[in-house]
């Protein structure tokens, strides 16, 4: 039996009744995901995720609106042909979603990426170890600095995390799987567990053949690394209009495409198609939440760089208030206003930052505003969210809270 879990005015009213405890910022829509019963017996797919096609027994993504860079401007290069073993990206799927990986059981990356709140957490400040619940709700763990990103696309990102101290996804599982503050693993109990449940043993051996015979720490971390590459998104409306379907956008969005586009508001220079984001580091001057964030800087030792944080891709941005590493702007209309009023240099951000010189106040108009922000939302595009695993291999409680929601209906 499958479950569709179609979060909407419902779902909107349950978490409205939590928003006096928990911040009082406008609660986001959620995202629909599908909520899956898994075989029996564990067995993994060999069919390829939404958003890519088999070839060869292996799949590879499936570039239906969106060819190449050159064609739709942006960074000048061919979109990457990257290719996934379809059973890995399953196996990675079912660790994403399980708790076992943490020290205390009760944490799995699905909580800080949560398929409700578009593979991030709906936080200002994500929530770490010791923490109940997910989403705006979580409460009782320890606070993290700095929000949590969204997944989509990270197959893209040339660095990961807000200050860009990893270059790969392999890398950066680590940090939250052995961070103390998050997860509180460590490899020797991620392997010792992983190597007493049955299902993982069959399942590493049907995803990796002779090498998934002992389960390793590096294997899981190969398993949720291939997962997240799966994550993509580009089948947006204004991917259809950019590839001929001039009705895909209406009048208002393409008005705020080309002001997203113009010299004045220049956005598209550091957020340029089809990927919407140049991949650097940018210091625009937004103030923290907490204690000073020095950001880049903390890497690469440069003062240059002090509040410098990567450009985020704004496709699905509409899905995954709130805004900034420190999440200090709760909606669209926040973050365009913020520029607006010359982002940091309008807002009082502290003098030793080198902010970009971009940024600076434009004038724009109500109407510019709500057309940008119309055409923002053009960007969404959630077709390729993974289904959310009913339970997993540890039998732990996944991240869920199934008798929250009843509005559902069942497939065959």
């Known amino acids: 039996m499958k479950y569709q879990f179609y979060f909407g005015f419902f779902a909107t009213i349950i978490f409205v009744c939590y928003c006096s405890k928990v911040e009082s910022r406008i609660i986001q829509e959620l995202s629909e995901f599908e909520v899956v019963d898994p075989p029996s017996d564990f067995r993994l797919s060999s069919f390829c995720p939404s958003g890519w096609k088999e070839e060869k027994e292996e799949c590879v993504i499936d570039y239906q609106f969106v060819n190449s860079v050159e064609k739709n401007g942006g960074l000048g290069q061919s979109l990457p042909q990257i290719k996934l073993n379809p059973k890995v990206i399953d196996l990675g799927r079912y660790l994403f979603f399980d708790p076992i990986l943490s020290g205390d059981k009760r944490l799995s990356c699905a909580h800080c990426h949560h398929p409700a709140y578009s593979l991030s957490d709906g936080r200002s400040q994500s929530m770490g170890k010791d923490g109940t619940g997910y989403g705006p709700t979580r409460e009782g763990g320890v606070n993290l600095k700095r929000s949590a990103p969204s997944l989509w696309n990270v197959v893209y990102m040339d660095h990961l995390f807000w200050d860009g101290r990893a270059s790969n996804l392999e890398d950066q ?7 103390p503050e998050e997860m509180g693993s460590s ?22 053949g002779k090498r998934g015979k002992k389960i390793t720490s590096s294997l899981v971390i190969d398993a949720i690394s291939t997962f997240e590459r799966s994550l993509v998104s580009f089948s947006s409306r204004f991917d259809k209009w950019s590839t001929g379907d001039k009705d895909a956008l209406s009048s208002e969005e393409l008005f705020g495409y080309n002001v997203f586009r113009s010299f004045v508001a220049r956005c598209a220079e550091c957020h340029p198609p089809p990927m ?14 907490g204690e000073k964030d020095f950001g880049r800087e903390t890497i690469t030792g440069q003062n240059l760089l002090r509040g410098s944080f990567r450009v985020p891709t704004l496709r699905n941005i509409a899905k995954t208030a709130p805004y900034m590493h420190s999440g200090n702007l709760e909606t669209l209309e926040e973050v365009v206003n913020f520029y607006n009023e010359g982002g940091g ?8 930052l080198r902010i970009h010189w971009h940024v600076r106040k434009m004038g724009l108009s109500k109407i510019e505003i709500s057309s940008l922000v119309s055409f923002l939302k053009t960007l969404n595009d959630e077709t390729n969210m993974p289904k959310f695993p009913k339970s997993v291999p540890s039998g732990l409680p996944v991240a869920l809270e199934f008798q929250s929601y009843h509005h559902r209906s069942s497939k065959k």
């Not at 919407?276 to 939440?289: Q, R, Y």
């Open 345 to 352: 240099r309008g807002n009082g951000a502290p003098s030793d």
């Open 173 to 179: 599982a680590e940090g939250p799987l052995y961070s």
């Open 187 to 208: 490899q020797e109990i991620i392997e010792s567990r992983l190597n007493e449940i049955p299902f993982y043993q069959k399942m590493f051996l049907e995803a990796f």
């Open 276 to 289: 919407f984001t140049n991949n650097v580091f940018a210091t625009i001057g937004v103030l923290d939440s």
